[in-house]
């Protein structure tokens, strides 16, 4: 009776190591996917020219907020507005391995519009219609929502450099993380 007490403690005890363990390997799966998506968004950040507007300022020290999703009108090289987002969403199924990346823009008549390109696992890109709604997560698709923030004239950097933050949050998990990386160009 004594050994069958012993064994059920234990057993007890190697069950919740288990569930501890099945928590913590999502929390570092979804840490990852944030990591590798921050990387990502500074990457095509870091590759537009300078003059390009989606990396310009042209009031105060900052564009863009790591707090909310921020839309600015800017003047390009060429003279004309261009309508930039500091955010977006990437949506990620686990079921098949499908990733996709919808950003909004702005349509002739002002109206937001939203534009998914799906990555395929056998390497097929597709890129949807523009859409009035953004995709909702549904079954096994978890969402991501990027912000970034650019500042010039940061104290500690050089006079001409930019310093790009780029926050990643999960957003249709309760009690996930965020994850921020930042570079300066």
Same mark, same amino acid.
């Given at each position: ?14 069950? #919740?190591? +288990?569930?501890?363990?099945? &928590? %913590?390997?999502?929390?570092?799966? =979804?840490?990852? $996917?944030? @990591? ?35 839309? #600015?009108? +800017?003047?390009?090289?060429? &003279? %004309?507005?261009?309508?930039?987002? =500091?955010?977006? $969403?990437? @949506? ?94």
């Amino acid at each position: 009776m004594i050994a069958i007490v012993i064994l059920a403690v234990g057993l007890l005890g190697a069950a #919740a190591l +288990l569930a501890q363990l099945t &928590g %913590t390997s999502s929390t570092s799966r =979804y840490m990852s $996917t944030e @990591a590798l998506l921050a990387s990502e968004k500074l990457d095509d950040l870091n590759r537009l020219p300078d003059l390009d507007p989606a990396i310009s300022i042209t009031t105060g020290n900052s564009a863009g907020s790591l707090t909310a999703d921020t839309t #600015a009108s +800017l003047i390009a090289p060429d &003279g %004309t507005t261009v309508v930039v987002d =500091y955010f977006d $969403t990437v @949506a990620i199924s686990s079921g098949n391995g499908s990733m996709e990346e919808t950003v909004s823009s702005k349509d002739a008549a002002g109206n937001t519009v939203f534009i998914t390109t799906t990555h395929e696992p056998d390497g097929t890109i597709t890129i949807s219609a523009p859409a009035a709604t953004a995709p909702v997560g549904a079954g096994d698709t978890l969402l991501f929502r990027r912000r970034w923030v650019i500042e010039q004239d940061v104290p500690g950097l050089p006079p001409e450099s930019r310093r790009i933050t780029v926050q990643v949050s999960l957003q249709n998990v309760t009690g996930s993380v965020n994850f921020q990386s930042s570079m300066v160009r």
